[in-house]
Every structure is written in structure tokens, then in C-alpha cells.
């Protein structure tokens, strides 16, 4: 549903037009500074209007809390950050009440709640929440950074291809160009794990990561280390030779995960970004109104290339994921 994790539990709220969106994060330690500061550099990366192909929504992305903070430190009570919503169009989707937009949730969100989602902006399917993950992510990095283990522990996630080109800018002007929208490829590395993060079977790191993961609206496969390539290797090959006692290899095949547990090696793994659905070209649509197949122009402000914005949202659930993991480790560990 809207809940994720186990020890570092996120429950995030809200709608792309609605008042706000928010978050609200349950195990986090008292004491830990933290203020709207702490949250700027992480949220500008994320914010549209900062590169050609992205939305020209312009919103102020200030972080309020409601809960859990007291005199600039956390309580350690349940924390909840909101954030406004203000420049907001919701004329630009009176249409899709009654013609669902291709690639896009409509439909589905209209059978599954029955008429009464709220359908402005997407609604709770938007993009916009994303901006609730980045807000978990720069919470779960202060507490990784309070527990030994994780002290230097890194995060950074990289655009690769856009519209399958590695020069990025030119696939992104391809996407201006065709007055279209493009995907992209984004890398995530983390340095300085520990070994031993990870709970097989059905909590392995490879396997919550890619549950956190498919939490950001676009994402349509993951792979770890040498991914769909290890189907045309051979295992001799494939296999990440040890090189001394601290489990360093030769190679990083696996992307730094073994047996579903992190291996201490670099961890890596990569995604695939959908293009935007909300595309400016005209689409072919079903209208259940009429019965009939019609064409339709999606309105509204909208990323030609939203992989440009994805690399510090899966940054974010990374580090919510790792922040999870650390608190169990922790127990293990005493």
C-alpha cells in the first residue's frame, strides 16, 4: 500500500494537486540534527525547470514539519514533513475525466477506486510524490551516518543514455527535436557497505532495493552488476575470484551482492526509465462516454526526458533502503 520498511518505515500521503505531500518516517533516532537546510541541495536536483526537457512547474519545495522535530533535532517520534502544493493548473486535466490518457494510470486508478480518485496532476500516481522519497532519502542518510557501520557508506546515481544515446544532451534535444518524450538509463553505485546487509530469501538487498525501486513512477527494470549480460556467460567467467580475508574480488559480477547479502564489494545496479507518457503528440485514446476511439493532445506541464530527475529519487530510496537494513545489522552486531 503506502507503507515501506521495516525498521525505517515510510508512509507517504498526498496528491499532485492537492493541498500537499508528505511523509511521514517512523524509526528514526532522537538527537540527530536536522533542518530545512539539510534538505536543499537534494531537492534542487530533483526540482523541474533546471534543464531543457523537464517541467516548467515551479514550486517552492519547502520542507514543513509537522512532527518529530523539536529545538533543530529529531525526538525521536514519528517524523512528518509536508510540502505545498502552489502552482497548480488542474484545468489542463479536465479531460481525462472521461478519456484516459495512454501510458498512463487513469484508467486503471479510475476502475480501481471507482470514479472517485483524484485524477488532477495524476492525482496520487504523480511523480510529484517523488519529492517525498528525496525527503526520506536525506533522513535515512543523517541516521545511516550515526551508526558505525555506516559512517562512510556513498550514494550516487548517474544518467547514462537518454533516448538511448550516451551523449545525453543530444538525446534529450532528440526528444525536443521529435517534440516527443525519451527514457533513459540511470547507474546507481553505493561504496563502503558493510558485509552482511541483506535477510534471504524474501529480504535480500537485491530484492528490497528493487522493491524501493519500483516505488518511482517510470521505472521499468533493474539489473545488478553485470545483469541481463550474465545470461551469455559462462560461469567461470561470471564468477568474482576473492583476493584476501575482507571478501575484495577481482571482478564485481554481482554487483556487490552475494547470496542476497551484501558481499563488501562496490554495489551497483542499473534502471530503465520509461519515456514520458504525456507526450505532446496527439495519441489515439478509447472514450467510454461515447463508445468510440479518439484522438487526444495530453495537456499540462510535463518532463520530455524524466530520467533527467530520477538519479537523486534512486539515491533516496537507496539510502531508505540501506538505513533499513543498518538498524538490523546494528542488532547483529552489538
Not at 13 to 42: C, K, N, R, Y
Amino acid at each position: 500500500m503506502n507503507r515501506f520498511g521495516k525498521n525505517f518505515r515510510l508512509h507517504i500521503f498526498g496528491e499532485s494537486h492537492g493541498p500537499s505531500v508528505g511523509i511521514t518516517i517512523d524509526g528514526v533516532l532522537p538527537g540527530i540534527p536536522l533542518s530545512a537546510q539539510d534538505f536543499t541541495d537534494d531537492i534542487n536536483r530533483r526540482r523541474g525547470g533546471m534543464a531543457a526537457g523537464t517541467t516548467s512547474r515551479k514550486e517552492d519545495d519547502l520542507p514543513v514539519f509537522l512532527s518529530g522535530i523539536f529545538n533543530g533535532y529529531t525526538t525521536g517520534a514519528p517524523l512528518t514533513i509536508v510540502f505545498e502544493n502552489n502552482d497548480i493548473r488542474s484545468k489542463d486535466y479536465d479531460q481525462i475525466r472521461q478519456v484516459p490518457r495512454p501510458g498512463h494510470a487513469d484508467f486503471v486508478a479510475g476502475k480501481k477506486f471507482t470514479g472517485y480518485q483524484d485524477y488532477r496532476g495524476g492525482g496520487h500516481f504523480s511523480g510529484r510524490l517523488t519529492l517525498c522519497l528525496v525527503a526520506a532519502g536525506v533522513v535515512a542518510r543523517k541516521l545511516m551516518h550515526t551508526y558505525q557501520a555506516g559512517k562512510n557508506i556513498t550514494c550516487e546515481a548517474v544518467l547514462l543514455e537518454a533516448g538511448g544515446m550516451r551523449d545525453t544532451e543530444a538525446g534529450i534535444q532528440k526528444a525536443l527535436d521529435m517534440g516527443d518524450s525519451v527514457g533513459g538509463l540511470v547507474e546507481c553505485r553505493v561504496q563502503g557497505l558493510p558485509v552482511g546487509l541483506g535477510e534471504p530469501f524474501f529480504d535480500s538487498l537485491e530484492s528490497v532495493i528493487s522493491h524501493a525501486v519500483f516505488s518511482i513512477p517510470a521505472i521499468r527494470g533493474i539489473e545488478f552488476g553485470t545483469g541481463f549480460a550474465a545470461a551469455g556467460m559462462t560461469g567461470s567467467a561470471h564468477n568474482d575470484v576473492y583476493l584476501d580475508e575482507t571478501g575484495r574480488t577481482a571482478t564485481n559480477h554481482s554487483g556487490g551482492i552475494s547470496g542476497g547479502i551484501s558481499n563488501g564489494n562496490e554495489l551497483v545496479f542499473r534502471v530503465a526509465v520509461k519515456p514520458t507518457s504525456s507526450t505532446p503528440r496527439e495519441q489515439l485514446t478509447f472514450n467510454p462516454a461515447t463508445g468510440e476511439r479518439e484522438a487526444i493532445q495530453v495537456k499540462g506541464r510535463h518532463d520530455l526526458c524524466i530520467a533527467l530527475r530520477v538519479p537523486v529519487v534512486l539515491e533516496s530510496v537507496t539510502n531508505c533502503v540501506l538505513a533499513d537494513m543498518l538498524i538490523e545489522y546494528q542488532a547483529y552486531h552489538l
